[in-house]
Every structure is written in C-alpha cells, then in structure tokens.
C-alpha cells in the first residue's frame, strides 16, 4: 500500500527555522496535489500550504514564512518554514491525493503526523 513518512518536526525558538519532509512510498502511479495541514491543541485541523503541478498555495498566517516544495521525482514534499512563532506550534500533517498503480483512483492519504513546537 501506501505510506506518508513525515520527518523534522522538533522544539524551535521564536524566529527560528524548521524544515518538514514527507516521502510517499508505494505502488503510485500519480501524485496530483500535496499539501500540509497543522491541528493546535482544542483547534480544528487547518489547511497550511499546498501544492500542485502548476500552483502552491498558503494560508494566509504563513505567507511570506512558510514555502512549499517538492523533489525531482515528485514523490517527497518539504515544508521550509521561517520565521517561527509560538501560534506555529501544532502537530503538522502530511496530506497526499495520489493514484495507486492498481487502480488509478485518486484518494486522500495522510501521515502520521509531526510535532512542531515553538517556545522559548
């Protein structure tokens, strides 16, 4: 099957750097859109950053911060984020739309989830 493997989460002070990898391993046959998602403690799950082929998009918190990237074979998303500040601190989220070799359907997968904590 597939697995999301997310790396690089960790204790950052304010002003700090972190920089998130998730590699999608399996049988894929395509991978439309990546993207990363953070859920705070008593908050909702919310949308960071996501990519495509053609676009990336950010929510409006991490603009100028946060950048979204991805590798040569398009099978690992990285998460640069800068500027860190203590409402960055959240579990961070791998979220995949891929095909798989068998079937060719596209369906949603998930990591396991990093934590990112910002404090001094």
């Known amino acids: 099957q597939v697995q999301l493997v997310e790396s690089g989460g960790g204790l950052v002070q304010p002003g700090g750097s972190l920089r998130l990898s998730c590699a999608a391993s399996?049988?894929?046959?395509?991978?439309?859109?990546m993207r990363w998602y953070r859920q705070a403690p008593g908050k909702q799950r919310e949308l960071v950053a996501g990519?495509?082929?053609?676009?990336?998009n950010y929510a409006d918190s991490v603009k100028g911060r946060f950048t979204i990237s991805t590798n040569n074979t398009k099978n690992t998303v990285y998460l640069q984020m800068n500027s860190l500040k203590p409402e960055d601190t959240a579990v961070y989220y791998c979220n995949a739309l891929l095909a798989l070799s068998s079937t060719r359907v596209i369906n949603t997968y998930w990591g396991q989830g990093t934590q990112v904590t910002v404090s001094s």
């Open positions: 990519l495509t082929s053609t676009t990336t």
């Open positions: 399996g049988s894929i046959f395509s991978i439309p859109a």
